[in-house]
């Protein structure tokens, strides 16, 4: 069945200082085997001893010790791996929820952990002391480095920093990946790098045998003798240990030298926005078909559309510099549709949301104006704007939920930060050179002589499921909910997915409601992107040599990309709806849900 839903996308373009700019729309498994022997089978074991002497040669033939199977690492099981690094030390990767940051990198240092599960020591589980202490959460020793350069930028004194407890800076229990014992090496690997961790505690019936590592995943298989002893030294470390005194950095890649030219002047971004309500919308509902919506004309009134966004320049101190600069937000919302059937008007808060987002922003601007102390006189971070914005609607007391997702465009440092809950999302896409970017970012789909661009996905951002189409929310029921951390859909913006990309010149950004995502595959938004930026001269048959030489000329076709940036989001809107409606196509949305063995 096909999948018909609204679609909000905002697209916007960098550009630089003085050289304008174009738009930007707003392991292999290891090859070691391990070998194992099959056990003796009972049933010959056994044999009847008065067996003649023929049957007992051909019952010893059978009892006899098979072939060594052999395993490839990435297919053994993470249980053997904690097993192993067990066996070697023994160590509880806990820490106490009330320790400091000076005990958590003691801890780290001394017991050699890249992680341990934060624990609160006064509450019992059981009788049994082995299950002494609930788990709260999780950090890493990456988290104690954030946590450290985060009081410093704030200008707290060392002590001050390393006094901080680590329950106020873990990982909730309700955002900690995990493993399972029976997944393999291979399946632990991917997901890492898939989702950029280093370690992942093993769960098994609700309790946490051990926490594996990268290098544990590494290490498994080596032998002694293959880390110490002389062989070894003289294999792995005589040829490539100590540099010389006269040891200097390497000039960066030709292929860079264009791009870090450029980045020590500030990106500016051209935003375009496009919206389209529910194809079979009206004022009293939803149609589910055209027949249900009757003879009338596509739904056009963006007002009925549970969507939502904002986006507005502010002009607000640098935290660097303490000068004040003009900072771009932006932001969408997507209003929980399934609202309508307890007669409250799912509209309200996605509205409410994003109007409460941009009023945040302006009267920070304001007071930055005045010189005031107001807490936001200085750059709002999007997870900030997106609790404060919650708490005002809260505060008007408007029923119903939200996805949201919240950016700042920060053209000074070339960063787009964003906190996003939910569905919604962000994906930039970049030209990238494959002849030079190497086979990690080549196009393995089309053969090199047939591509016509070297467009790319060079980001995604991360959604939040529940479960399949229960994404997260940020809602409001008319009461407090006691316990909304495990199973609920409805959170707070500490839930939020917060994170950073750096982005380049030309690239195109698009951020959007899952109206999109779930009825235009990537692939063809790319397509969209690229038909857009060729319509409008930015460039020409995917040479991006002949751009940038462009670029270099003071070319940059800035103007273009200001005037039709919208016509972007405007094109992805309209192949969302007509994806939508379309009977014999199947969604990403739809593919998903086969995959998911769920009927839609």
């Not at 002849?435 to 080549?442: C, E, I, N």
Request: net charge neutral; charged share 25%; aromatic share 6%.
């Amino acid at each position: 069945m096909q999948i018909i839903g609204q679609s909000k996308v905002l697209s916007f373009a960098t550009k630089n200082e003085k050289i304008l700019n174009h738009p930007i729309l707003g392991y292999h498994s290891s090859r070691r085997f391990l070998a194992s022997s099959a056990a003796e089978p009972a049933a010959v074991r056994n044999q009847n001893a008065s067996n003649t002497s023929e049957n007992k040669s051909a019952s010893a033939t059978q009892a006899g010790i098979a072939a060594p199977v052999r395993l490839r690492i990435s297919e053994v099981a993470i249980s053997e791996v904690l097993k192993a690094k067990h066996t070697l030390k023994w160590v509880e990767p806990v820490i106490c929820s009330v320790s400091s940051l000076r005990d958590a990198i003691t801890t780290c240092i001394d017991c050699g952990l890249s992680g341990m599960m934060v624990v609160d020591r006064d509450n019992t589980i059981s009788d049994n002391t082995r299950e002494r202490g609930k788990v709260l959460g999780m950090i890493t020793s990456r988290d104690l480095l954030r946590i450290a350069a985060k009081g410093f930028k704030d200008g707290m004194g060392a002590e001050a920093v390393m006094d901080q407890q680590i329950k106020n800076f873990m990982t909730p229990l309700n955002q900690v990946i995990y493993a399972r014992p029976e997944e393999t090496i291979g399946q632990c690997r991917t997901v890492m790098s898939k989702l950029g961790i280093k370690c992942m505690p093993v769960l098994s019936n609700g309790r946490v045998d051990g926490i594996v590592t990268q290098r544990d995943l590494s290490d498994f298989g080596l032998e002694a003798t293959d880390r110490g002893g002389k062989k070894s030294f003289l294999r792995n470390v005589s040829e490539r240990v100590g540099l010389s005194s006269n040891t200097s950095m390497a000039e960066p890649p030709i292929y860079m030298q264009a791009h870090l030219a450029l980045e020590q002047k500030p990106l500016y971004a051209n935003v375009g926005v496009a919206c389209l309500p529910h194809p079979f919308k009206t004022e009293d509902g939803i149609g589910m078909n055209h027949r249900d919506f009757g003879p009338h004309e596509f739904c056009m009134d963006n007002s009925l559309s549970e969507d939502a966004y904002f986006s507005t320049k502010v002009r607000l101190p640098d935290e660097a510099s303490g000068k004040k600069k003009d900072m771009v937000y932006m932001g969408v919302a997507d209003g929980v549709g399934s609202w309508r059937q307890y007669g409250v008007d799912p509209r309200d808060f996605s509205h409410l949301l994003m109007k409460e987002c941009r009023n945040i922003l302006l009267e920070a601007a304001a007071d930055a104006r005045r010189g005031g102390d107001n807490i936001f006189n200085r750059a709002v971070t999007p997870s900030e704007i997106m609790s404060q914005a919650y708490e005002r609607v809260k505060a008007e007391g408007i029923i119903g939920s939200s996805t949201a997702c919240i950016a700042l465009f920060d053209g000074v440092r070339h960063q787009l930060h964003f906190s996003n809950l939910g569905d919604s999302g962000i994906i930039v896409l970049r030209h990238i050179d494959s002849d030079v970017a190497g086979a990690l970012k080549r196009n393995r789909k089309v053969p090199r002589s047939e591509r016509t661009s070297d467009l790319r996905v060079a980001f995604v951002s991360q959604q939040q499921l529940v479960s399949f189409n229960h994404p997260y929310q940020l809602g409001w029921t008319g009461e407090e909910l006691e316990d909304n951390s495990d199973s609920g859909s409805l959170k707070t913006a500490a839930d939020s997915c917060a994170s950073s990309v750096h982005v380049r010149r030309g690239d195109i950004i698009i951020m959007a409601t899952d109206g999109l995502f779930d009825n235009v595959d990537i692939d063809e938004i790319v397509e969209i992107a690229l038909e857009w930026e060729e319509e409008n001269g930015l460039i020409n048959s995917g040479d991006i040599a002949a751009r940038e030489r462009r670029w270099a000329q003071g070319d940059s076709k800035t103007i273009i990309s200001q005037k039709n940036v919208g016509n972007l989001a405007d094109k992805l809107c309209h192949r969302a709806r007509n994806n939508s409606i379309d009977q014999y196509r199947d969604s990403p949305f739809a593919i998903l849900a086969k995959e998911n063995d769920i009927m839609w």
